[in-house]
């Protein structure tokens, strides 16, 4: 196995360990977006930004306080179909990796690009996630 895919397999098993639903394909996309529920969508990568800051983010965001209905992923670079299916989604916000969003209905409510994550720490990245969950997923 080459160093990329030891790589690739151990940022999936991260996410599969936040709790984060892997979709692989365009139909897992549809079956979970299209749904009443609020879907929390992280589009990941193999950046460092994804990885030293997106997903520590990720993980201190739901921790926490009000949670989607489901928490997904997909996989910039890896899961080519299903990325390009959840960038459907979030149009008219250009694609982006690393990125998260909040979906309802097949309608993207929140959208993080990957120019709000670059640059900053994980805690602010954080806080910016944990206030779009509480504005869409509060429960009262």
Do not use: K
Request: glycine share 10%; hydrophobic share 40%.
């Amino acid at each position: 196995m080459q160093i990329r895919d030891l790589m690739v397999d151990q940022i999936r098993q991260e996410v599969r360990a936040m709790g984060l639903h892997e979709l692989r394909g365009a139909d897992e996309v549809d079956d979970a977006l299209q749904g009443a529920g609020t879907t929390l969508v992280a589009v990941n990568s193999v950046c460092g930004c994804a990885g030293g800051i997106m997903r520590p983010a990720l993980r201190a965001a739901l921790a926490g306080g009000p949670a989607p209905d489901a928490a997904t992923t997909v996989f910039a670079g890896q899961d080519v179909e299903a990325t390009g299916r959840a960038r459907e989604y979030f149009l008219p916000h250009p694609p982006s990796s690393p990125s998260v969003a909040l979906v309802r209905g097949g309608q993207t409510l929140w959208m993080l690009p990957r120019s709000r994550i670059e640059g900053r720490s994980h805690r602010a990245v954080a806080d910016d996630i944990q206030a779009a969950l509480q504005e869409h997923c509060a429960r009262g």
